[in-house]
C-alpha cells in the first residue's frame, strides 16, 4: 500500500543535479521518507531519509516542503552509475509496534546519458 | 559490516522440489524481511520477523515457509511452487527502534521455477 507518486522516469545529463520529485500528501506526523534506489537487478540500496528538516549525506540531498507533503531527493552530480529506479517510501508504523515497514510504489527511473 | 547475504544467487527447481533461500546478517539488527520482486515491478513485502518472531506475513501462500533459527539468520523454505513464483527474492535487515531506521537490502535470489 504504497503511500506515495513519482513521476514514472526522468532523464538527466551526466554532471548535472538530478531532482526527482514524490509527492505524499497523506503522511503521517510520525512517519519518514526514505529513498531508495535498485540498479538493474541488484537489491535495492539505501540513499536518505529525512522526517522535517532538509537532510545531505554523501549520496544526496533531500528536500522536505514545509507542510511534508512532498520531498525531493537531489544527487547534485550526476554520474552514468546513478542510471536506476528511484523509490520514494513512507516508512509505516504498525500501531503498538515500533517495527516500521517498506513499501515500494513503482518509482521513478532515471537515465543519466553522457 | 552493512552486509547483509543471501544464497544461493540463482536457483533452478522444479515444482515438486523442495528448496530453501537463506539470509544472513550480521550487524545486531532485530528485524529481518522477505520481499517479492517481478520483473519491471516494485519488490512487494512478504513476511516480517521481529526478535525472531514472525510479526507480519502479507497473506503469503503456504508454499512459501519462513523460518528465523536465530537473530542473524533468515530462511525461506520453498515447496510445491509454480511457474509464477518465479521471481527475485530478495532479504532485508534493520534495527529495531522505531522508523528512524534505514534497512539494507542483500542482492538477492533469483529464482526460476520449471
Known amino acids: 500500500d504504497a503511500k506515495t507518486t513519482q513521476p514514472p522516469s526522468m532523464d538527466c545529463a551526466e554532471g548535472r543535479a538530478a531532482n526527482l520529485p514524490c509527492n505524499h500528501s497523506t503522511i503521517s506526523g510520525n512517519e519518514y521518507v526514505y529513498w531508495y534506489r535498485q540498479i538493474h537487478s541488484q537489491g535495492p540500496q539505501y540513499i536518505i531519509h529525512g522526517l522535517k528538516n532538509n537532510e545531505t549525506n554523501e549520496m544526496a540531498s533531500l528536500i522536505i516542503t514545509e507542510d511534508r507533503k512532498s520531498s525531493t531527493l537531489i544527487l547534485p552530480h550526476a554520474t552514468l552509475r546513478d542510471t536506476a529506479v528511484y523509490y520514494c517510501i513512507v516508512r509505516a508504523a504498525r500501531r503498538g509496534s515500533t517495527l516500521g515497514r517498506l513499501y515500494f510504489g513503482r518509482g521513478t527511473q532515471l537515465t543519466v546519458w553522457p | 559490516d552493512t552486509e547483509v547475504t543471501q544464497t544461493p544467487k540463482h536457483l533452478v527447481m522444479g515444482m515438486t522440489n523442495k528448496k530453501s533461500l537463506k539470509c544472513e546478517q550480521h550487524?545486531?539488527?532485530?528485524?529481518m524481511y522477505w520481499y517479492k520482486q517481478k520483473a519491471k515491478k516494485p519488490p512487494e513485502l512478504m513476511f516480517v520477523?521481529?526478535?525472531?518472531?514472525?510479526?507480519i506475513n502479507e497473506s503469503v501462500p503456504s508454499r512459501f515457509s519462513p523460518e528465523c533459527p536465530n537473530s542473524s539468520l533468515l530462511n525461506l523454505h520453498l515447496h510445491a511452487l509454480q511457474p509464477e513464483d518465479s521471481a527475485l527474492y530478495l532479504c532485508a535487515s534493520s534495527q529495531y527502534e522505531g522508523t528512524n531506521t534505514e534497512a539494507f537490502f542483500g542482492q538477492g535470489t533469483r529464482l526460476t521455477v520449471v
Open positions: 550487524m545486531g539488527h532485530r528485524a
Open positions: 520477523y521481529s526478535y525472531e518472531k514472525l510479526s
